[in-house]
């Protein structure tokens, strides 16, 4: 899931992620991300570090959450750092 208030950078993300076979959900704001991640329950959360607590804190079940700045969704560095999110997970 990729959250962001911001529609070219979620819109960016997006991309990147579904371009390397990702299925991503894209929401803009908190409480659409908390609502969403209850019935799709993502691998992922992908948003800006200033939303990281107010949808973990919301959350009911453990899902990982990186937060990322626009260095990270303007390069591979995001595939990356979910990727390792992913593996990091425990299901």
Do not use: N, Y
């Not at 991640?37 to 973990?56: E, F, K, N, Q, T």
């Not at 700045?69 to 999110?85: M, Q």
């Amino acid at each position: 899931m990729v959250v962001d208030s911001d529609h070219q950078r979620r819109e960016l993300s997006e991309a990147i992620l579904a371009k390397l076979q990702f299925a991503v959900a894209p929401v803009e704001t908190v409480d659409k991300a908390v609502s969403v991640a209850m019935a799709l329950r993502p691998a992922v959360i992908v948003c800006p570090p200033g939303d990281v607590d107010p949808i973990s804190q919301r959350l009911q079940v453990k899902i990982p959450i990186v937060p990322i700045d626009a260095h990270l969704a303007v390069t591979d560095a995001l595939v990356e750092v979910v990727r390792g999110a992913i593996r990091g997970s425990t299901f």
